[in-house]
């Protein structure tokens, strides 16, 4: 059985998880307003993410992304008409096709990542005194182990 404060910190922890999520919420459309890639859907950014890790077929790609070839295969086709992905034969079977970012695509990639963390970096070095950069840096170790359980 719960006891009496039990209530209190359920609420208050309820309270601090929706607070958490809206404020990584708006930390992420502040990074992407910073650095616009372009008008890709969701599925698409992750699939370009995964391959910029590694390239690979679109069975590779679908069962990464727990999604079925098929729908990868649309979202492959809408990259490689965007000209952000491009297919080479898969040498051990010609039959298949590994997909990977084009060059441009992945300078794009870099060039975002860089301007996020230069717009973060300078807002954290201008709004935060050293000691709040300190707690800052606690924060986001905890931050890191919530996302690692």
Request: charged residues 30%; hydrophobic residues 40%; aromatic residues 4%.
């Amino acid at each position: 059985m719960s006891e009496p404060g039990d209530n209190q910190q359920d609420a208050e922890l309820i309270e601090l998880a929706g607070h958490l999520r809206r404020l990584l919420w708006q930390l992420k459309r502040r990074l992407r307003e910073q650095a616009d890639l372009g008008d890709f859907t969701p599925s698409q950014m992750m699939a370009m993410i995964a391959l910029e890790k590694q390239p690979a077929t679109v069975t590779q790609l679908a069962d990464r992304q727990g999604v079925r070839p098929q729908s990868m295969g649309s979202t492959i086709s809408a990259l490689e008409a965007a000209g952000v992905v491009v297919g080479e034969p898969d040498p051990a079977d010609g039959r298949k096709t590994i997909w990977s970012l084009t060059e441009a695509a992945r300078n794009r990639f870099v060039t975002a990542r860089l301007v996020r963390s230069d717009w973060l970096a300078g807002t954290i070095s201008r709004e935060l005194d050293r000691e709040e950069q300190a707690q800052l840096k606690d924060a986001v170790a905890l931050l890191q182990k919530l996302v690692e359980s």
